[in-house]
């Protein structure tokens, strides 16, 4: 069974830095493309990164280009989010998920505000 | 950036009924589109890929159709827990994009 378990959400000032962390498990991490997908509240969801299996592409939506960050480590079937510059308009839950979204997380709440 | 516009905003249907419901993309996708469905408090859940796949454990009831820029998503006989948002998303290109959803709920 495909599990997807997020965490390192919280609350972060605006212009503050958060780093999320998605632990995987019940597939063979390093074959899959990796996403984050975050979901403002009361509202629809937003692709955020995604990284390819090696980690040699990446790509972002254009709101957090140039202040977030995705990686990986696939010897410890885990996959990272940096976040920094944030802003009140990234205060969201935050969604692991597995491909372009095949298999998601529970999610982990972050929410930037003074 | 492909827009994806997802219609009607609200579905209102009465259990049993069948429901359709509808996502057009700004371009053509071919068939790199998904359906999900998202209940209050929980994560999405894959329902269709590839315009008309169903996904692992997904009933029969459940069914997609359409190819480049029109697809449907089709709920053949409404149960309680099919009341919930739905979404499209294209995985065609980057960035991919997600519908803004279809609340379907009970008539």
């Known amino acids: 069974e495909v599990q997807l378990v997020e965490s390192g959400g919280g609350l972060v000032q605006p212009g503050g830095s958060l780093r999320l962390s998605c632990a995987a498990s019940?597939?063979?991490?390093?074959?899959?493309?990796m996403s984050w997908v975050r979901q403002a509240p009361g509202k629809g969801l937003e692709w955020v990164a995604n990284i390819k299996q090696d980690g040699s592409e990446k790509y972002y939506v254009d709101s957090v280009k140039g202040r977030f960050t995705v990686s990986r480590d696939n010897a410890k079937n885990s996959l990272y989010l940096q976040m920094s510059s944030l802003r009140a308009e990234d205060t969201a839950v935050y969604y692991c998920a597995r491909d372009w979204a095949v298999d998601w997380g529970q999610g982990t709440l972050v929410t930037v505000s003074s | 950036e492909i827009v994806m516009t997802q219609s009607p905003a609200t579905l209102s249907v009465s259990p049993g009924e069948r429901a359709t419901l509808s996502c057009r993309a700004s371009?053509?996708?071919?068939?790199?589109l998904a359906w999900y469905h998202q209940k209050a408090g929980q994560a999405p859940r894959l329902l269709i890929y590839g315009a008309s796949t169903r996904a692992t454990g997904i009933p029969a009831r459940f069914s997609g159709s359409g190819s480049g820029a029109e697809f449907t998503l089709t709920i053949s006989s409404l149960q309680s827990e099919d009341f919930a948002v739905y979404y499209c998303?294209?995985?065609?290109?980057?960035?991919?994009?997600f519908g803004q959803g279809t609340k379907l709920e009970s008539k």
């Open positions: 371009q053509s996708l071919s068939s790199n």
């Open positions: 019940g597939f063979t991490f390093s074959s899959h493309w």
């Open positions: 998303q294209q995985y065609y290109d980057w960035p991919y994009t």
